[in-house]
């Protein structure tokens, strides 16, 4: 039987990870439209090889084999895991972790196959990532407060922004394509997207509670990420089509 089951991270998580989630697919294979959110993904199948999903500026359609099980993590913008390049080059990319994280991803891929369950398996994954984070990830301060002033909750120019960070725009821009993978005008569609596709599904999903804001749009809480998006003709165009 297909199911998806998304969740807050681990409260040491909670401020680099948007949501955390458990896929399972049924007798047949499934077809999966994953949508620009504006941060990176891993996608972990149990029993498998690990995946880093970079940035998306468009959709990304995959074929998920039946009888899979796979735990994923979202990252917030401005919030990677420990990684050996700049984000920019991940854009649109989808690598083998392995690739990026070397050895440490075999002993990963054991300890999550013998979790005895996926719930376990993802607890797994979220300790390594705590690890990580702990251990060697510097997050740019700037960026973030950028990304905390990008969400779509009032109009925000560019210029006045890095003004604000005591940047300039092009300095803003070079941080955000390293820290972020896009620009800020990029990454500000791409926020408006996950509003506006979040709008036209009505499927509003779990999301840790520091993703709601105060004043969200009529009064409902802002999902700041989305479930696994499947095809809706209703959706409106990526971030890369504005």
Same mark, same amino acid.
């Given at each position: 039987? @297909?199911?998806?089951? @998304?969740?807050?991270?681990?409260?040491?998580?909670?401020?680099?990870?948007?949501?955390?989630?458990?896929?399972?697919?049924?007798?047949?294979?499934?077809?999966?439209?994953?949508?620009? =959110?504006?941060?990176?993904?891993?996608?972990?199948?149990?029993?498998?090889?690990?995946?880093?999903?970079?940035?998306?500026?468009?959709?990304?359609?995959?074929?998920? &084999?039946?009888?899979?099980?796979?735990?994923?993590?979202?990252?917030?913008?401005?919030?990677?895991?420990?990684?050996?390049?700049?984000?920019?080059? !991940?854009?649109?990319?989808?690598?083998?972790?392995?690739? !990026?994280?070397?050895?440490?991803?075999?002993?990963?891929?054991?300890?999550?196959?013998?979790?005895?369950?996926?719930?376990?398996? !993802?607890?797994?994954?979220?300790?390594?990532?705590?690890?990580?984070?702990?251990?060697?990830?510097?997050?740019? &301060?700037?960026?973030? @407060?950028?990304?905390?002033?990008?969400?779509?909750?009032?109009?925000?120019?560019?210029? =006045?922004?890095?003004?604000?960070?005591?940047?300039?725009?092009?300095?803003?821009?070079?941080?955000?394509?390293?820290?972020?993978?896009?620009?800020?005008?990029?990454?500000?569609?791409?926020?408006?997207?996950?509003?506006?596709?979040?709008?036209?599904?009505?499927?509003?999903?779990?999301?840790?509670?520091?993703?709601?804001?105060?004043?969200?749009?009529?009064?409902?809480?802002?999902?700041?990420?989305? &479930? &696994?998006?499947?095809?809706?003709?209703?959706?409106?165009?990526?971030?890369?089509?504005?």
């Amino acid at each position: 039987m @297909e199911s998806y089951v @998304e969740r807050p991270p681990i409260p040491g998580l909670a401020g680099v990870v948007r949501t955390v989630w458990i896929q399972r697919t049924g007798e047949a294979a499934y077809v999966q439209r994953h949508l620009p =959110t504006g941060g990176l993904e891993i996608h972990f199948p149990i029993g498998g090889h690990p995946q880093l999903v970079g940035p998306l500026t468009g959709p990304e359609i995959e074929v998920i &084999p039946a009888h899979a099980t796979i735990v994923g993590v979202r990252f917030q913008p401005g919030s990677a895991p420990p990684l050996p390049t700049v984000l920019d080059d !991940l854009v649109d990319q989808r690598l083998g972790l392995a690739e !990026l994280w070397g050895s440490s991803v075999d002993r990963l891929e054991e300890a999550m196959a013998g979790a005895g369950t996926p719930q376990r398996a !993802l607890m797994a994954l979220q300790a390594h990532l705590l690890q990580g984070f702990r251990s060697a990830v510097r997050l740019d &301060p700037l960026v973030r @407060e950028a990304v905390k002033a990008l969400m779509p909750w009032q109009p925000v120019n560019i210029d =006045t922004l890095a003004t604000h960070l005591a940047l300039s725009a092009s300095q803003l821009r070079r941080r955000c394509l390293h820290a972020v993978g896009v620009s800020p005008k990029v990454l500000q569609r791409t926020l408006r997207f996950i509003l506006g596709t979040w709008r036209s599904t009505q499927r509003p999903p779990a999301c840790p509670d520091d993703l709601v804001p105060a004043s969200a749009p009529d009064g409902a809480a802002y999902p700041g990420t989305l &479930p &696994p998006p499947r095809h809706d003709p209703r959706a409106p165009p990526s971030p890369g089509q504005c």
